[in-house]
């Protein structure tokens, strides 16, 4: 019966010699040996069945069972005998052998020199001291010994070989590609023999024949099957004497494992086997083995095959063939000459015939040259691209070449972006990112023209370049973890200047700048980790999966204070805003803490107050690595995404006009830093509309640094129903702001093309949007479940690995820091955590009582002189014909220009110049003011002509800014900023609603061309206008001039809805106003600016009155008035109207004052008065209660207004008048339209008959 093989193989030896030294020293065997040499028999033992691989056990040995006390028995003498006696079979392979480092037990010598190891020795020594001229013999020992009798016993297999050469170009480039990516994220590299091990094991599946081996079972022959494919590999190591030992260590299952798990079993075993930590199960059960001599040169090899296995395949050194070795490699690439490597199949001919292993051969060979292997390969391992393909080489002239590059470099400038790895999640992982317009195959390319040099006209610094390294600029710029959009900027300055940073070498951060980004990754996380821990529950709307964006934030305020400007205003919705307010802006933990307690302090409240992650904040930002610093400050905000976004800018364009730094350079020393979610930034009308005003001489900031905190979800809504654009980014491409998009898992290139940002809008003075992707760890808030909806997408984000941790195992990896560092730093921004929130335990409580109104702390303006001096009038007239020499005034503009100077000095004033005069005193009394609005310059209504345009040349003149300086010509400080918006009402409004916040010493207005389009900004009314000082302490005194009336001009060309700023007022949020005489207007502005209060005014002005000859004022109506919120008829404060005829009152506001009063005269109605409230809110209950009074007779009162009785003053004064003054309006009744859906009828003549019956009723007997 014939000996079965050992389960070591050609390992035996070290088993054996294992086995020595744990007899002489058990403690110097790692521990993972002990249980099984602890019961080793190396002795004979009966045939044993087949073991679970389908090896057998092995049967015999000559060396006895280990006795109590280590025994001096020699395992050479053993391995000798069981050589010489019993034929046993040890595998080995055809690489270099590693003689044994073990120096042999002491034993007496023996007559054969066979048989001793010492019998040798000492004769050899001898010989050699007697004659330097004899040879010299040695005793092979320990691996030496083992691999003589192994290559004796392989005598024994009948083996055959098959030879293949394979082409190894495709396993090159794409081995390239492979090791570019792993070193940009995780680190590692694959070799050769990785990619060859594992079509080996591919290729066994097809032919199983080829794991098989040969064995005698009681006598007769059997082929043995394994259950796995456990493949060997021969591990070549360096002994401590400069021996060298070869193992072999198998991969077990390696059939059931995918790339990337043979990739770490592969690693694993070559790792432990440097560090001699491998076991007795790695060394057995080897059915199929793998050597590779060519890395030492051998081109082709034939190893020796030991018994137990079926075959073993030899891999020859990579090279170009003979004859074109001594090529260079411009002339190699000419000719599309590739390296070959050779692979041997040396196999048991008793049991694999050569077609076999010829075949097994061919499926290795087209493995390597196949599609499908290379993409399962590119998946495992991650990588989002597609794999270099196999296709033969294209023989056209590379003059075409020449050009297809020029236009392969093209293509990736404009779709480079496609292909970049930009999303964390990868959700769709069978697809690469791939186009075909950057496809080489598609440009007439293929991978034989790699090493071909090309004209590339500059490109990246040179005028020639080798393809490979053209794709490697290409694809290093933009295809990695950044996908950049630029090509659609129209200047090709910028285009340049882009491509020059974007196309040229990254530098690597500094360790110490690793270490930072990893801080801001630590503080984070840990801050959200924090509250979920200790506020479960509670809303805060985290940042988790999207904490890249701290460090990002910090780059852009970093580079920012870098440049030396003064100071950064963020705006963002409510997502992250707790942490950006800690990481970012500083604001103290403990008041953030406090918050969360509802630990509110009484004396720091105010008003009504909003929710935690509504609230702003501001502090300084100082340079970790530089020595400046800058104010950075965040704006409040309500939950009305992107709401804030005109705001903010409006915010920035006032301190930046208080700097009056100017257009320059170093202006625009402020900087937007503004914050949006993906789904808003495509779905939200509002960022179209505030990205309109960047460019704006009247708006524009300078740019705006924009980040997209793009999760890939809207509350519950997928990309896919959100945005009908391949990018919710695509809306910024309307002002020429180029676009980034970065991966968020990749904190390194987010805080690149942060800095970047900030230095291209400091060199154009243009937009740059931050495009980062990134993923919602938990649903919208806190206590919603996102699986309901989104069940695919948080499969893959529950099991996902956070960004601090794996960019903390990158910098690990790659040697930066240790885990030590690490684990302290977070560690010591947890326990600072954890301290405050302590602290803030122990504060003081303070009771819960209800808000107070904002109201009781505001100031009422008493006594406030607005009069002027009739000859500032008089100089403002005199501004209006002081145009420049040679000046062509339009013809039609100019008697307006001349009648204004008549008005100045004459009376007779109208609303325009009412207005004009108002201004211009402020101006004159060093007041900044700003108007802006639809048609604002002209006027809509053709009025106001504020600037007036030569005829000719289109030169501008602008009569007000004469004001700017006194009559002796010394600047007063005012300024007059007069502009046309664009057709906007949301973001135009919330820009003048921000500019009033950020400089409030401003006189701000906004008109609309009618005020019906103040609909389209109710958002900015609703969330800033009415309630930013009761919830956020937010003060403005913005001024909205809203055209209303009913002129029969239709629905959407009557009303400013004055009933929805009366529904809206109260706690003194507003003013709201509806003056019926330019004086009254006039004073009303002035009031509004020289008050010092900081409320929004809301100002209904005319339409038809503009040009109503009874409506204009007297010039002591400037000069000796001001402001009265309640007018009687001037036949009763300046005539001779008695008032105690007077029977009824008719209260009034606005426009249909004049038809009343037309009416009452034609009448002869003395009977009748007519009480105007100019000043709708706050109600001036004791004017008009005095008012009243003067009427002792008043039988009844009515209210009369335009408006349908559903809109109006009426559905508010009908309520309030009689509970604000129950002993003069108990009773009060309406005289009005109608209710209506609509503002007024859409028929001219339908109105006039209601304007009829309105005014009937009101003199009804």
Not at 133 to 156: I, T
Not at 618 to 640: C, E, K, R
Request: with cysteine; proline share 6%.
């Amino acid at each position: 019966m014939s000996s079965s093989p050992s389960p070591f193989g050609q390992n035996e030896w070290l088993v054996e010699e294992m086995y020595r030294k744990f007899r002489e020293d058990p403690s110097s065997v790692d521990p993972s040996w002990h249980e099984f040499l602890v019961d080793y028999n190396p002795e004979p033992t009966a045939d044993s069945s087949a073991s679970g691989n389908g090896q057998q056990t092995r049967t015999a040995t000559a060396e006895p069972k280990a006795p109590p006390e280590p025994a001096p028995a020699p395992a050479p003498k053993a391995q000798e005998n069981k050589a010489r006696d019993t034929k046993s079979s040890k595998d080995t392979k055809s690489t270099k052998p590693a003689e044994s480092k073990t120096k042999p037990a002491e034993k007496p010598a023996s007559k054969s020199s066979t048989s001793s190891s010492n019998g040798t020795a000492k004769p050899a020594a001898a010989s050699a001291s007697s004659s330097d001229d004899s040879d010299q013999n040695q005793v092979l020992r320990g691996a030496a010994a083992a691999v003589a009798k192994n290559m004796a016993a392989s005598l024994e297999v009948p083996t055959a070989t098959s030879v293949r050469a394979i082409p190894a170009k495709l396993m090159i480039d794409n081995r390239v590609v492979i090791n570019n990516h792993l070193k940009r994220t995780r680190g590692g590299k694959i070799s050769f023999t990785h990619l060859i091990g594992y079509a080996i094991v591919q290729a066994v599946k097809k032919f199983p024949n080829m794991n098989r081996h040969f064995a005698e079972v009681d006598g007769k022959p059997n082929a043995v099957t394994p259950a796995h494919t456990n493949l060997g590999l021969a591990i070549d190591l360096p002994g401590k004497d400069g021996n060298r030992q070869l193992v072999v260590a198998a991969i077990k299952k390696s059939d059931t494992l995918g790339f990337g798990q043979f990739i770490a079993a592969y690693e694993d075993i070559v790792r432990r086997a440097r560090d001699g930590k491998l076991t007795a199960e790695d060394f057995s059960g080897v059915t199929i083995s793998l050597t590779n001599p060519g890395t030492i040169g051998t081109v082709h090899s034939v190893p020796r095959l030991m018994r137990g296995q079926g075959a073993i395949i030899g891999v020859g050194a990579m090279e170009y063939p003979a004859e074109f070795q001594g090529a260079s490699e411009e002339r190699i690439a000419d000719l599309g000459i590739g390296k070959l490597i050779t692979l041997t199949s040396t196999y048991d001919h008793r049991i694999i015939q050569g077609a076999e292993s010829g075949d097994f051969l061919r499926t290795v060979h087209q493995l390597l040259l196949d599609d499908d292997f290379f993409d399962e390969i590119f998946r495992e391992l991650g990588i989002p691209y597609e794999p270099v393909r196999w296709r033969t080489d294209n023989p056209d002239s590379i003059e075409d070449k020449n050009a297809r590059v020029i236009e392969l470099i093209a293509a990736y400038r404009n779709r480079g972006h496609l292909m970049a790895d930009i999303d964390p999640l990868r959700l769709d992982k069978d697809r690469f990112r791939s186009h075909p317009d950057l496809d080489v195959n598609t440009h007439g390319l293929t991978l034989w023209d790699l090493d071909r040099e090309f004209k590339v006209n500059g490109f990246a610094g040179a005028e020639r370049k080798k393809l490979r390294d053209v794709l490697a600029v290409l694809r290093d710029a933009y295809c990695r973890h950044i996908g950049v959009e630029y090509t659609h900027i129209l200047e090709p300055e910028q285009q340049q200047w882009l491509q020059e940073r974007i196309e040229g070498k990254h530098e690597k951060p500094t360790v110490a700048q690793q270490k930072y980004i990893l801080s801001r990754l630590n503080a984070a996380e840990a801050f959200e980790t924090f509250l979920q821990t200790k506020y479960v529950g509670q809303k805060r709307f985290s940042l988790e999966g999207a904490e890249t964006v701290i460090p990002t934030m910090d780059a852009v305020i970093d580079q920012c204070a870098e440049h030396g400007l003064d100071e950064v205003v963020i705006g963002m919705p409510h997502r992250g805003r707790l942490n950006v307010l800690a990481n970012i802006v500083g604001k103290p933990y403990s008041q953030i803490f406090s918050e969360f307690e509802g630990n509110l302090n009484p004396s720091q409240a105010h008003g009504s107050g909003d929710v935690k992650y509504h609230l702003g904040s501001s502090g300084t930002y100082l340079q970790m690595f530089g020595d400046n610093d800058i104010t950075v400050s965040l704006t409040a905000n309500p939950s009305h995404l992107e709401a804030v976004d005109p705001v903010m800018e409006g915010l920035v364009r006032a301190k930046q006009d208080l700097l009056d730094k100017g257009d320059s350079e170093d202006g625009y020393t402020v900087v937007p830093l503004m914050l949006h979610g993906d789904a808003a930034f495509a779905g939200q009308g509002v960022v179209a509309e505030t990205l309109n005003l960047a460019l704006l001489r009247g708006y524009r900031t300078g740019g705006t640094i924009h980040i997209i905190v793009n999760n890939q979800i809207g509350f519950t809504t997928s990309p896919s129903a959100a945005k009908s654009s391949e990018y919710c980014t695509d809306v910024a491409k309307m002002i020429g702001a180029p676009i980034f998009h970065v991966n968020g898992d990749d904190p390194e290139a987010a805080v690149w093309v942060a800095k970047l940002a900030v230095d291209f809008r400091q060199k154009f003075k243009k937009d740059v949007v931050i495009d980062m992707l990134c993923y919602r760890r938990r649903g919208h808030n806190e206590g919603d479940d996102p699986s309901m909806t989104q069940p695919s997408m948080y499969d893959v984000i529950d099991t996902k690995r956070g960004v601090r941790k794996s960019y903390t195992e990158a910098l690990i990896g790659r040697g930066d820091i240790s885990m030590k560092e690490a684990e302290d730093a977070l560690r010591d921004y947890q326990g600072q955590l954890e301290r405050v929130f302590n602290e803030v335990r122990d504060l003081e409580k303070h009771d819960i009582a209800p808000s107070e109104s904002v109201e009781a702390d505001q100031q009422i303006p008493t006594k406030l002189a607005t009069a002027v001096d009739k000859s500032l009038l008089a100089r403002i007239g005199d501004a209006h014909l002081a145009v420049p020499e040679g000046f062509t005034v339009h013809p039609r503009v100019k008697p307006v220009l001349e009648k204004r100077r008549e008005m100045a000095y004459e009376g007779k004033v109208d609303w325009a110049f009412a207005e004009l005069l108002a201004l211009g005193t402020m101006i004159s009394e060093g007041k900044l003011v700003r108007l802006s609005g639809q048609d604002t310059r002209r006027g809509t209504f053709t009025q106001r002509h504020s600037v007036v345009i030569d005829r000719k040349t289109g030169q501008e003149f602008t009569p007000l800014q004469l004001l700017a300086t006194d009559a002796d010509g010394n600047p007063t400080g005012g300024k007059f900023l007069v502009y046309d918006s664009p057709l906007s009402e949301f973001a135009a409004v919330g820009f003048e609603y921000g500019y009033s916040v950020g400089n409030p010493d401003a006189m701000v207005l906004w008109e609309a061309q009618f005020g019906d389009f103040i609909n389209g900004a109710q958002s900015i009314i609703d969330e800033f206008i009415s309630s930013g000082e009761a919830k956020w302490g937010q003060l403005s005194d913005v001024v909205l001039l809203l055209p209303h009336g009913h002129e029969g001009q239709g629905p959407d060309h009557t009303s400013g809805r004055i009933e929805r700023f009366l529904q809206l007022w109260a706690e003194g949020s507003m003013t709201i106003a509806m003056p019926s005489t330019p004086a009254n207007y006039f004073h009303l502005l002035r009031r509004h600016g020289l008050d010092g209060i900081q409320r929004p005014l809301i100002v209904f002005t005319p339409k038809s009155m503009l040009r109503n000859k009874a409506a204009v004022s007297d010039i002591r109506d400037f000069t000796e008035q001001k402001f009265r919120s309640v007018l009687e008829e001037p036949t009763y404060t300046d005539g001779d109207g008695d008032r105690e005829k007077v029977k009824r009152v008719l209260l009034t506001s606005g426009k249909i004052y004049y038809e009343l009063v037309a009416r009452k005269n034609k009448e002869s109605r003395d009977d009748i008065a007519i009480v105007r409230i100019e000043q709708l809110a706050p109600l001036p209950k004791r004017r008009l209660a005095e008012t009243l009074d003067k009427y002792p007779n008043v039988e009844e009162k009515f209210w009369v207004q335009e408006e349908p009785a559903n809109q109006g003053a009426w559905p508010t004064f009908g309520l309030t008048l009689p509970e604000m003054l129950p002993d003069y309006f108990t009773g009060i009744k309406r005289i009005s339209r109608r209710a209506m859906s609509a503002p007024s009828s859409g028929s001219s003549k339908v109105h006039a008959v209601e304007q009829q019956e309105i005014l009937d009723e009101a003199f009804a007997p």
